[in-house]
């Protein structure tokens, strides 16, 4: 942090390390064969940017089941890149880098969760709005708690057997 100035969602470790992932998207996608321009090229974009828009755009809401809600976004675009990542070592799009994509997709993902739960206890908003589920013109959302929040530093992310 420059000049001791907060900059807001910039300063968070989970935006930072999305940033990262995406970066890492980007270099991916450099070196994709042209076939792959309006599919995988495409999709990969999308996926690495969402994880970053979405954790901005989630600080930037008021109520914390509005910003857990984008949140939990961000972490789905998270785990779509590094499934990304997992098609081009398997396509054979890249060689020996997919442990070093899945750790940082892991970090990101396990900085956000811990962002998650951080935000789910201060529960800002709830005096003025209440715990209600947020409605908005369109289908409602909940946050409801996710055994994945409570991830810790080093845990693993296994899909259930």
Known sequence: MAGGQQRGFEDLECYQLALQ????AYRVIGRLPPQEKYNLDSQIRRCSVSGVQNIAEGYGRYHY?????FFYIARGS?????????????LGYTANELPRQRELCHQAIRSLSGYIRYVRTQRQGHQEYG???????????DAPDDPIDDLTPGDEINPPQ
Do not use: K
């Open 131 to 141: 715990d209600q589920v947020l409605r908005e013109s369109g289908p409602a959302y």
């Open 78 to 90: 998270l785990a779509e890149t590094l499934s990304a990542f997992i098609v081009c070592d398997t």
């Open 21 to 24: 992932v995406m970066q890492e």
């Open 65 to 69: 089941l509005d910003s857990i809600r």
